[in-house]
């Protein structure tokens, strides 16, 4: 069974930096998409950031890009998401996401499993 862990979230003020670890469980983790998603209060789960198996594609929300970076370690079965300049406006409940398939996609329903998310909350 895979399951996925997130840590790293936490209070920040605005214009500071986070980084969210994903530690994955299971075998295979080396040879699936990972995603990022999040979901704000009152609002629908959005896709964030996602990146291949072998990490050589990334694929970001316009709202992060230049900002986010999403990365991973194989040999840890882990991804990350470094969050730099932050933005109240990033205030949500990340989530992590493993896809069975080697294609990046940023619907939800793509992603057969999910952590059980971390709370991240920038204060202006």
């Known amino acids: 069974q895979v399951q996925l862990v997130e840590s790293g979230g936490g209070l920040v003020q605005a214009g500071g930096s986070l980084r969210l670890s994903c530690a994955v469980s299971?075998?295979?983790?080396?040879?699936?998409?990972m995603g990022w998603f999040r979901q704000a209060p009152g609002k629908e789960r959005e896709f964030v950031a996602a990146i291949s198996w072998d990490g050589g594609n990334t694929y970001y929300a316009d709202s992060v890009k230049d900002r986010f970076t999403i990365s991973r370690d194989n040999a840890k079965n882990t991804v990350y998401l470094q969050m730099n300049s932050l933005k109240p406006e990033d205030t949500a409940v990340y989530y992590c996401?493993?896809?069975?398939?080697?294609?990046?996609?940023?619907?939800?329903?793509?992603?057969?499993?999910w952590g059980q998310g971390t709370q991240v909350t920038v204060s202006s």
């Open positions: 996401a493993l896809r069975r398939f080697s294609t990046i996609k940023t619907i939800e329903s793509e992603y057969g499993y």
């Open positions: 299971g075998r295979t983790f080396s040879f699936r998409t």
